[in-house]
Every structure is written in structure tokens, then in C-alpha cells.
């Protein structure tokens, strides 16, 4: 009957995609465009990747599947932008001014 047999351990699938290089390119856009881009890094979850979130001096921002930490640091790296663990710092304020500004007038945004 094997009530208390134990059941082998599967990996539990991710149901999000994971990074491509149309992610990539948007994230590079976005650091090109906008002045004083920092990157954080968002843990994986148990329904996304880890991602990135970067946002500009003005706190507009904008978030993408990334290839893991490291992936997220050479990617900061190598656009010479400072990134973060967004576990350790949080969020910053000016983020959120600018999601409460769009709120306020969306027809601005």
C-alpha cells in the first residue's frame, strides 16, 4: 500500500519564461536613455526568475527577467551602473514618488 513511503523530490518547474535577449536589449534601452540608472536585484521566486529593476534619477523604472545574480551584476557592470540587492537596500523613495505622481495624473505619464 506504501502509506509512509516516501515520495523522490521533483524540481518544482518554473511557470515564467526565463531571460532572453529582448530583455536584455529593453534593459540596455532603458540605461541609454534615462540619466542615473541604478539596478537592483529582485530574488527568484517560486513564479518568477530573478530580475532586474532599474531605475532612473527621476524614479521612472521598469523590471525584466534577468539570468540569475551574477547575470545582474555583469550586466551592471559592464553598462557601469551601480546595482544593489534590493534585500538589503529596498526600494528608494524616489520609486516610489513617481508611481504615486503617475497615480495622481496618468494622463502626464
Known amino acids: 500500500m506504501g502509506l509512509f513511503r516516501r515520495r523522490k523530490r521533483t524540481s518544482v518547474a518554473s511557470r515564467d519564461r526565463v531571460a532572453d535577449r529582448a530583455d536584455l536589449d529593453h534593459l540596455e534601452n532603458f540605461v541609454r536613455t534615462r540619466r542615473g540608472v541604478e539596478a537592483y536585484i529582485e530574488p527568484r521566486t517560486t513564479v518568477t526568475e530573478t530580475t532586474v529593476m532599474l531605475i532612473a534619477d527621476d524614479g521612472e523604472w521598469t523590471r525584466r527577467r534577468i539570468d ?9 557592470h559592464r553598462l557601469a551602473i551601480p546595482v544593489y540587492d534590493v534585500r538589503l537596500m529596498g526600494y528608494p523613495q524616489r520609486m516610489r514618488d513617481y508611481n504615486e505622481r503617475r497615480k495622481r495624473r496618468p494622463e502626464l505619464f
Open 68 to 76: 540569475g545574480p551574477e547575470g545582474a551584476r555583469r550586466f551592471a
